[in-house]
């Protein structure tokens, strides 16, 4: 019921108080409101600070829906998400006015006006968030980075921030719970309230240059440092078929 509420009272504020605020007041406002959803889940925040520059392409490994509120909570950013999305009921329009990039997969011609959307705001050093592996899993691997999109940190010559993400249970061993890789939204948020307690550990590692790399090269080398960071072995191949998004 609190979480009800709370995302009633996101929605008047998006619809109210965004349109009369400065873009920092509505960063600030997001942060804010995503740490009281990891509150009211009973989920901790252990996040560590990082001194990156504004206007990162952030890049992480996906377990959860509650992986954008984590990272909205650390930093707040726009994230990239799929157009179906957008004609979610309520969540389509509230992702809509969050700053949320919807990228219509397999229109070249969608990509690369995408790519330009994306470019203007890591440029105009506002944050955008991705989760390259392209979909969620269990938390115990990281799959295979999709290079095609880091393409806007290439173009713009910003610089990535890879952030480690991972779930831990009350005695700080690895959860499941979150995951919805293999669930339902009803079951994985049962599963997340069955729970004790959560602790949603983020790990902002070293910013990774592009200026004059290859999107290949950079993508390996922030798999490589998530992984690492995971306790993973990193990824020795690139995935078998390519991804529809961003060329």
């Not at 609190?2 to 007041?25: C, D, K, N």
């Not at 969608?110 to 390259?132: C, Q, T, W």
């Not at 980075?145 to 990535?160: D, K, N, S, V």
């Not at 921030?161 to 719970?177: K, M, Q, R, T």
Request: aromatic share 6%; net charge positive; proline share 9%.
């Amino acid at each position: 019921m609190r979480l009800a509420l709370h995302l009633l009272w996101l929605g008047l504020g998006a619809a109210v108080i965004y349109p009369r605020v400065s873009t920092e007041r509505q960063l600030a406002l997001r942060q804010r409101w995503s740490h009281q959803i990891l509150t009211i889940l009973g989920i901790r925040l252990d996040a560590e600070a990082t001194d990156a520059p504004p206007g990162c392409l952030i890049v992480a490994n996906h377990i959860s829906w509650l992986d954008i509120f984590a990272i909205n909570a650390l930093r707040p950013s726009a994230f990239i998400s799929k157009e179906e999305v957008r004609h979610w009921p309520f969540i389509g329009w509230l992702s809509a006015r969050n700053d949320t990039i919807f990228l219509n997969r397999g229109s070249r011609r969608h990509a690369r006006a995408i790519n330009e959307e994306i470019d203007a705001r890591l440029n105009a050093g506002r944050d955008v968030a991705i989760f390259p592996e392209g979909r969620t899993t269990d938390g115990r691997r990281v799959l295979e980075f999709h290079a095609a999109l880091l393409q806007p940190a290439i173009e713009t010559g910003r610089p990535l921030l890879p952030i480690a993400i991972a779930y831990l249970d009350a005695e700080g061993h690895p959860s499941s719970a979150p995951s919805f890789a293999t669930t339902s939204l009803p079951q994985c948020f049962a599963a997340i309230l069955a729970c004790r307690a959560l602790t949603a550990r983020l790990n902002p590692l070293p910013i990774i240059t592009t200026a004059e790399r290859s999107r290949r090269d950079v993508s390996r080398e922030a798999h490589a440092a998530i992984s690492t960071r995971l306790g993973f072995p990193p990824a020795r191949t690139e995935p078998e078929i390519p991804p529809d998004p961003p060329a």
